[in-house]
Nanobody, 127 residues
Framework: VQVVESGGGLVQAGGSLNLSCTTSGLPYEHPTMAWFRQAPGKEREGVSC????????YYSDSVKGRFTISRNNAKNTLYLQMNNLKSEDTGMYYC?????????????????????WGEGTLVAISS
C-alpha cells in the first residue's frame, strides 16, 4: 500500500494551494479518504473527509468555505483545494484512507478507522 501526498509549499496569506494524494494497493473496495494536519506542538486535527463516491464531504469549522475536498477514483487521487490561506493553516498535511463508513462514524478522530497514512506534505503560510 502506498499513500503519497504532494503540492505543499510556502505561500503568502490569502493565497491558494492544491494538495494531491495518490494511492495504490488499498485493501478496500470503497475507501473513505481524509485530510489531516498537524502544526508544531499541536495534535493532529481533521481537516476534511470524503466518502468513496464523493457524495458526502465533511469539513472542520476552521476551513469550511475556504477548502474543498474532491477525489478522482479513476486516478486513485484525492485533492484538497485550499483558498484564502491563513497563517493558522500552517502545518504538515496528511492524507489517510479508511473503511467505507469512516467519515460518518469516526471523523474527525485520527485514531480509529484509518489504516493507511502518507508521510505528509508541508504547508507554510507567511503573513
Amino acid at each position: 500500500v502506498q499513500v503519497v501526498e504532494s503540492g505543499g509549499g510556502l505561500v503568502q496569506a490569502g493565497g491558494s494551494l492544491n494538495l494531491s494524494c495518490t494511492t495504490s494497493g488499498l485493501p478496500y473496495e470503497h475507501p473513505t479518504m481524509a485530510w489531516f494536519r498537524q502544526a508544531p506542538g499541536k495534535e493532529r486535527e481533521g481537516v476534511s473527509c470524503i466518502n468513496w463516491n464523493g457524495a458526502y464531504t465533511y469539513y472542520s469549522d476552521s476551513v469550511k468555505g475556504r477548502f474543498t475536498i474532491s477525489r478522482n477514483n479513476a486516478k486513485n487521487t484525492l485533492y484538497l483545494q485550499m483558498n484564502n490561506l491563513k497563517s493558522e493553516d500552517t502545518g504538515m498535511y496528511y492524507c489517510a484512507a479508511g473503511r467505507f463508513d469512516y467519515c460518518s462514524v469516526s471523523w474527525p478522530s485520527p485514531n480509529y478507522g484509518l489504516d493507511h497514512w502518507g508521510e505528509g506534505t508541508l504547508v507554510a503560510i507567511s503573513s
